[in-house]
């Protein structure tokens, strides 16, 4: 029996420009997003580390030149678009409408009081 593996969050949109990724250690990378598998793990091209400190009150940034970027999903905290951002749709909320949030708000609300 084949498993059919399908994308948790789709990257396409994401495929071929310039991307932010902040990893799991703390480090944040920026470069062109190339190439990704069904579990997001990522290449990167022209990938650049960046690396921010506050001096005297001002923010300085510092970027390493790190060239062509693998890096494993698991190590991956957040990617998003290097210029701006972009709204998705909750995939929690799908199956959820607003009375349904209304009423589940209102039971809280009275546990509380009760």
């Known amino acids: 029996m084949q ?6 969050i789709d990257l396409e ?6 991307v932010v990724v902040n990893l799991k250690n703390g480090d944040m ?3 062109k997003l190339v190439s990704y598998d069904p579990i997001q ?7 650049d580390k960046i690396e921010s400190e506050i001096i005297d009150g001002e923010i ?15 190590a991956i905290l ?14 929690y909320m799908q199956h959820c409408n607003e009375e ?5 708000e ?3 609300q009275e546990e509380v009081v009760e």
Do not use: H, W
């Not at 957040?78 to 995939?91: Q, R």
């Not at 349904?100 to 589940?104: A, H, I, L, Q, S």
């Open 13 to 18: 949109p994401y495929m071929q420009q310039k």
């Open 100 to 104: 349904d949030v209304d009423e589940e």
């Open 29 to 31: 990378l920026e470069g």
């Open 106 to 108: 209102n039971q809280t």
């Open 3 to 8: 498993a059919i593996s399908r994308n948790i």
């Open 60 to 74: 300085i940034e510092t970027r390493t030149a790190l060239n062509t970027t693998i890096l494993r999903s698991l």
């Open 41 to 47: 793990n990522c290449v990167l091209k022209d990938t």
């Open 78 to 91: 957040t990617l998003m678009p290097a210029e701006g951002f972009a709204e998705i749709e909750n995939p």
